[in-house]
């Protein structure tokens, strides 16, 4: 038996790994070195190539050149069964359960002992009860993973990565679905892990998780290797600096807000969708002139259904909505585009499917929504030369990189897609502006650059509802914070009143004690 200790020992090592698509270079001459029994954080901007090497770990991608040891021993790594065979287990940004199976069900599939699934589900039973106890997993076996919230539904996808004996564990944005809770229940369970020799890698953006989290942390920045960190010795700023390869302003200068008229409102705004599920339940907001106002919860709580019935794209079932003189509900519907003519901005959650067209030139979707307006369109045809310049003006206003109005939508970055999609919405002066995710999957220097545009529109006295998954996100824009659980509102707080605890109990349908003496515990 070796006398080597976990600090010298190596879980996997990573010399000169190369791989191309084509003409991207997407990992480039990496070399990689994660002690055993440790958490080890992999940063970078989106395209920096996290993903691509990850794959080529798990056994989805073969890498062109480079050698990879697990254990110090040289492995060839051609499919995901080895990777498992070897140790290594992958829990994936969006989980790869089936609905209508049971977590034993799930946790067993591909992986049982024989023809006979009797005897499967049995020793698994066991297998799962111990693996649990000892990780802290805590799930209840038999129930059906369609009625499990998602902090569970990620530990199942953790036991059937340690069922299938993983020591190496990989997890892609582990948290993006979880409350500040079940994110801090998810970094007790990384230590119990790690207490019994599990190494885990973290991918994320979230540098407060890294240094959080992580006892090492290594930075990708265009395909290559850009620095190893141990976490202890760097901090936020270094880190964002690494990743982008300049200085990054990580709080936004905000004054206090100074609200004033209200420009919309809702009245018990209700939605039951067509499979007759109430997704928003009597929810009742105002929005004022100066102020933004943050809507958080975790994902799936009614944000979506609310944001874009707003925006004209659902009807309600009861209630109605306000904007001006002008006032909707079910028996007088809005229409996106009644909704822009009232002055009301949006922009989309979902960029791709919502926000543009992918196999549209970046022209064509930098008028989208707009296309009908006197401007852009002659007797006949489009003014082309008007939309060019007008899709120039804003490339260089926004930033937007590459400067070229006749390439492809889905050419350009997430970043660069995002900032476009603001800069059309901002260019129609809108006096409300409805913003989804406004940094879901763009990098840390365009969310620098979003984040203050955002604030400089709110002074100059626009009001906008901010929703976002991203805590951090809400608390450095928001002037007021409404959370809203399960379709309802669960409470309202001021941006001075804000923090990870308070928001985070709320999230989970929970008014904290903090709050219950101004509330007189009413939610």
Same mark, same amino acid.
């Given at each position: 038996?070796?006398?080597?200790?976990?600090?010298?020992?190596?879980?996997?090592?990573?010399?000169?790994?190369?791989?191309?698509?084509?003409?991207?270079?997407?990992?480039?001459?990496?070399?990689?070195?994660?002690?055993?029994?440790?958490?080890?954080?992999? =940063?970078?901007?989106?395209?920096? %190539?996290?993903? &691509?090497?990850?794959?080529?770990?798990?056994? *989805?991608? !073969?890498? #062109? +050149?480079?050698?990879?040891?697990?254990?110090?021993?040289?492995?060839?790594?051609?499919?995901?069964?080895?990777?498992?065979?070897?140790?290594?287990?992958?829990?994936?940004?969006?989980?790869?359960?089936?609905?209508?199976?049971?977590?034993?069900?799930?946790?067993?599939?591909?992986?049982?002992?024989?023809?006979?699934?009797?005897?499967?589900?049995?020793?698994?039973?066991?297998?799962?009860?111990?693996?649990?106890?000892?990780?802290?997993?805590?799930?209840?076996?038999?129930?059906?993973?369609?009625?499990?919230?998602?902090?569970?539904?990620?530990?199942?996808?953790?036991?059937?990565?340690?069922?299938?004996?993983?020591?190496?564990? =990989?997890?892609?944005?582990?948290? %993006?679905?979880? &409350?500040?809770?079940?994110?801090?229940?998810? *970094?007790? !369970?990384? #230590? +119990?892990?790690?207490?019994?020799?599990?190494?885990?890698?973290?991918?994320?953006?979230?540098?407060?998780?890294?240094?959080?989290?992580?006892?090492?942390?290594?930075?990708?920045?265009?395909?290559?290797?850009?620095?190893?960190?141990?976490?202890?010795?760097?901090?936020?700023?270094?880190?964002?600096?690494?990743?982008?390869?300049?200085?990054?302003?990580?709080?936004?200068?905000?004054?206090?807000?100074?609200?004033?008229?209200?420009?919309?409102?809702?009245?018990?705004?209700?939605?039951?969708?067509?499979?007759?599920?109430?997704?928003?339940?009597?929810?009742?907001?105002?929005?004022?002139?100066?102020?933004?106002?943050?809507?958080?919860?975790?994902?799936?709580?009614?944000?979506?259904?609310?944001?874009?019935?707003?925006?004209?794209?659902?009807?309600?079932?009861?209630?109605?909505?306000?904007?001006?003189?002008?006032?909707?509900?079910?028996?007088?519907?809005?229409?996106?585009?009644?909704?822009?003519?009232?002055?009301?901005?949006?922009?989309?959650?979902?960029?791709?499917?919502?926000?543009?067209?992918?196999?549209?030139?970046?022209?064509?979707?930098?008028?989208?929504?707009?296309?009908?307006?006197?401007?852009?369109?002659?007797?006949?045809?489009?003014?082309?030369?008007?939309?060019?310049?007008?899709?120039?003006?804003?490339?260089?206003?926004?930033?937007?990189?590459?400067?070229?109005?006749?390439?492809?939508?889905?050419?350009?970055?997430?970043?660069?897609?995002?900032?476009?999609?603001?800069?059309?919405?901002?260019?129609?002066?809108?006096?409300?502006?409805?913003?989804?995710?406004?940094?879901?999957?763009?990098?840390?220097?365009?969310?620098?650059?979003?984040?203050?545009?955002?604030?400089?529109?709110?002074?100059?006295?626009?009001?906008?509802?901010?929703?976002?998954?991203?805590?951090?996100?809400?608390?450095?824009?928001?002037?007021?914070?409404?959370?809203?659980?399960?379709?309802?509102?669960?409470?309202?707080?001021?941006?001075?009143?804000?923090?990870?605890?308070?928001?985070?109990?709320?999230?989970?349908?929970?008014?904290?004690?903090?709050?219950?003496?101004?509330?007189?515990?009413?939610?």
């Amino acid at each position: 038996m070796s006398t080597v200790s976990n600090e010298q020992r190596f879980a996997l090592e990573l010399r000169g790994i190369d791989k191309r698509f084509g003409a991207v270079h997407a990992n480039n001459n990496i070399d990689l070195q994660v002690p055993v029994g440790t958490i080890h954080g992999i =940063i970078g901007e989106n395209g920096a %190539g996290k993903s &691509t090497l990850m794959n080529i770990i798990y056994g *989805f991608y !073969i890498a #062109d +050149a480079g050698e990879i040891k697990i254990e110090g021993i040289p492995r060839k790594l051609l499919s995901s069964k080895e990777a498992i065979s070897y140790g290594i287990g992958m829990v994936h940004q969006h989980f790869m359960l089936i609905d209508n199976f049971s977590v034993l069900e799930n946790v067993i599939l591909g992986a049982e002992n024989g023809p006979l699934l009797k005897p499967s589900l049995a020793a698994a039973r066991t297998e799962l009860e111990r693996l649990a106890k000892e990780y802290q997993l805590d799930v209840p076996i038999d129930a059906l993973i369609e009625d499990l919230p998602v902090g569970l539904q990620q530990r199942v996808e953790i036991l059937k990565a340690l069922y299938r004996g993983a020591k190496i564990l =990989i997890l892609d944005e582990p948290t %993006g679905v979880l &409350t500040p809770q079940e994110t801090e229940h998810l *970094f007790h !369970i990384f #230590d +119990a892990l790690r207490r019994e020799g599990v190494t885990i890698i973290l991918i994320t953006h979230k540098l407060r998780e890294i240094l959080a989290a992580t006892d090492n942390v290594s930075v990708m920045r265009q395909g290559a290797m850009v620095a190893h960190r141990k976490t202890a010795d760097t901090n936020k700023e270094e880190l964002a600096e690494l990743m982008v390869g300049r200085k990054v302003r990580l709080k936004v200068d905000k004054k206090v807000a100074n609200p004033k008229q209200i420009l919309l409102s809702t009245d018990q705004l209700t939605y039951t969708d067509q499979m007759g599920v109430d997704r928003l339940k009597s929810v009742s907001i105002n929005i004022k002139a100066g102020e933004i106002v943050g809507i958080a919860g975790v994902s799936g709580n009614g944000q979506s259904e609310l944001i874009n019935m707003l925006a004209g794209l659902l009807t309600p079932t009861s209630g109605s909505i306000s904007i001006g003189n002008t006032h909707i509900d079910a028996g007088h519907p809005a229409t996106p585009d009644s909704i822009r003519q009232l002055r009301v901005g949006h922009i989309p959650e979902d960029r791709l499917t919502m926000g543009l067209i992918k196999s549209f030139s970046a022209e064509e979707s930098a008028i989208l929504g707009h296309q009908n307006q006197p401007k852009y369109n002659g007797k006949i045809l489009n003014k082309l030369k008007v939309i060019t310049q007008e899709c120039t003006r804003l490339m260089k206003e926004w930033d937007v990189r590459p400067q070229n109005p006749k390439l492809r939508s889905s050419l350009f970055s997430g970043g660069n897609q995002q900032k476009l999609i603001i800069a059309r919405e901002v260019d129609q002066n809108p006096n409300i502006l409805l913003i989804g995710q406004p940094t879901r999957g763009v990098d840390i220097g365009a969310i620098e650059f979003i984040h203050k545009r955002i604030v400089e529109l709110r002074d100059k006295g626009k009001g906008i509802l901010l929703v976002s998954v991203e805590l951090d996100e809400i608390m450095t824009l928001a002037d007021r914070i409404i959370v809203m659980f399960d379709g309802h509102i669960v409470g309202e707080v001021s941006a001075a009143q804000a923090n990870e605890k308070i928001l985070g109990m709320m999230m989970a349908n929970i008014m904290p004690d903090e709050l219950q003496a101004t509330t007189g515990g009413k939610q």
